[in-house]
């Protein structure tokens, strides 16, 4: 079966991921305790019982939710005879769209992504920052405000397209602030603060793309097997060189997930199916493009339409 496939980003993470699926595959099993080798912790505990707000830590979500992200598309594909015909991720889902398309080895893909992570959390300590979420405010509008709240030594943007009426800004705190008073003002109807560790595809980060992309080149990357949607301008991308350009810009660009989603959706008229923890991607998608569904796979009990369990552990 042919099928379009995304990945979630940061923020969908929860203690308690992955342990289903633990239980009823052994492969399963396998690869999160090659993961707890590779990156010398034991991120499964983390994820199956751990600290909530150490699983919420930037440098453990993300490995925690591309390590889920693989185990179901692993089985999909392996198990389940599901080939993808296109790929996409938001922002950190980028990384698991990459090894479903063939790019990157899991391991590999986890290791880069802990680096990431890792960066990203020392970039917030160096240049502090903060995200917040405008609903029910247009991009153009969203984009006139983050000017208008911006200085040389202050700025603000706009970080995340991920629906109609769901923007994303990131910057200084200040800044932010300032932008979420006047989207307020100006008729949004919901302004959240996001619980974040620094400002995120922003100018603010940008100290850590050279040392990410010197990081990332000494690992094998492949061609992409199938496109790859980036998210820095939704475009269809399968070459080595194209995806470690898109993958520096994304750190500092807007993840353009509206306009990848109709890019997706103008491609491909089949199944898409959200691999990983969560169903935020479906929900943005029903707001993008109304007349088109999602399915979500993400736990066992969703998994077993296209993969039997193998056997169950206590």
Known sequence: MEAALIFPGQGSQFVGMGWDLAKAYPR?????????????????????????????????????????SIAVGELLMSDGGIEPVAVAGHSLGEYSAL????????????????????????????????????????REDAQSICEESSSPDSIVVVANVNSP??????GHVEAVERVMALASERGAKKVVRLNVSGAFHSPLVRST?????????????????????????????????????ALSRQLTSPVLWSDSIKRLFGMWDGTTIEVGPGRVLKGLARRIEPGRTVE????????????APRVEIV
């Not at 099993?29 to 830590?57: K, V, Y």
């Not at 009426?165 to 990131?170: A, E, K, L, T, Y």
């Not at 979500?296 to 993969?307: I, S």
């Open 209 to 245: 793309q050279h040392e990410l992309v010197a990081f990332i080149e000494q690992f094998p990357l492949s061609d992409a097997r199938v496109d790859l949607i980036c998210n820095a301008d939704a475009r269809a991308v399968r070459t080595r060189e194209e995806i470690i350009d």
């Open 28 to 68: 399963v099993r396998e690869l999160f305790l090659e993961a707890d080798e590779t990156l010398g912790f034991p991120i499964s505990e983390l994820c199956f019982g751990g600290d909530p707000e150490l699983l919420t830590q930037t440098r453990n979500a993300q490995p925690a939710i591309l390590l889920h």
């Open 99 to 138: 090894v479903a398309a063939g790019v990157l080895g899991a391991m590999d893909a986890l290791k880069i992504v802990r680096k990431r992570g890792e960066l990203m959390f020392e970039a917030g300590i160096k240049q502090p920052g903060t995200m917040a979420a405008l609903i029910g405010l247009g």
């Open 296 to 307: 979500t796979v993400g736990t066992a009990e969703e998994l077993e339409k296209y993969v």
């Open 165 to 170: 009426g769901q923007i994303v800004v990131s």
